[in-house]
């Protein structure tokens, strides 16, 4: 069975700093698609990025990007110049090839210090 | 354009008793989802749908009950409620499965509290 580990419950950064996220999943499958969400306070989920198992590119939208390791199975999200309104809980997600369910992870919780 | 939405927002119900969870979607999509979330977890799935007539067993079914009858509506049923059905659920959907584009469009949410 496919999961999705995010180690990090809580994680807090300053304003305009850059903070990492980790993400690491478990498959035996090759073909694949990870994504990260947002939720805010709001509670409405969002989503920030996605990733193609097959590119090696890593993808980046803006402030936000991944470092996307395969071989070890890790898919951390960096969140460049912080800003208030990025404080939420993130979470990772994964689903395979010709699938129509996500899995998500536990959820990081960011906060953004001023 | 609404996207997706749901009601109530909230709910208290007593143990026993059952209930509708409403969810809406004006986009035209296929895939219908709904999710739990409890409280330091992450979204587990209770039930999906592929289309109209078409219902699926996610990760979580048991004491629920899903019904898609148009491509708009997909209600989530809950009998007996029970104290570990106290949740924050979640409607979604998307035009594409989910590995395609990946992409699902959520609800508000419904904050069930069962005592």
């Known amino acids: 069975a496919q999961t999705v580990t995010q180690s990090q419950p809580e994680m807090s950064v300053q304003e305009a700093e850059t903070v990492t996220l980790s993400c690491t999943y478990d498959t035996s499958e090759s073909d694949y698609y990870l994504f990260w969400y947002k939720q805010p306070p709001s509670r409405q989920m969002i989503l920030v990025i996605r990733?193609?198992?097959?590119?090696?590119q890593n993808a980046t939208e803006n402030r936000f990007s991944v470092n996307f390791q395969k071989a070890a199975k890790s898919f951390s999200l960096k969140i460049s110049d912080s800003q208030l309104g990025d404080a939420a809980m993130y979470f990772c997600a994964f689903t395979m090839n010709r699938d129509d369910k996500i899995i998500f992870g536990k959820g990081t919780r960011l906060h953004i210090l001023p | 354009n609404a996207g997706v939405t749901q009601t109530p927002k909230f709910r208290i119900l007593k143990i026993g008793q059952s209930m509708t969870l409403q969810c809406t979607q004006d986009m035209n999509h296929n895939y219908m989802y709904w999710y739990r979330q409890d409280p330091g977890m992450g979204l587990k799935l209770i039930y999906y749908?592929?289309?109209?007539?078409?219902?699926d067993k996610g990760e979580v079914p048991n004491g629920y009950n899903v019904s898609r009858s148009t491509t708009e509506d997909f209600p989530l049923r809950l009998e007996l409620a029970a104290p570990s059905q106290t949740s924050v659920y979640f409607c979604?959907?998307?035009?594409?499965?989910?590995?395609?584009?990946?992409?699902?469009?959520f609800g508000p949410g419904t904050r069930l509290t069962v005592t």
């Open positions: 979604a959907s998307s035009r594409y499965q989910a590995s395609a584009k990946g992409e699902q469009y």
């Open positions: 749908s592929v289309g109209a007539g078409i219902t």
């Open positions: 990733q193609e198992a097959y590119k090696q």
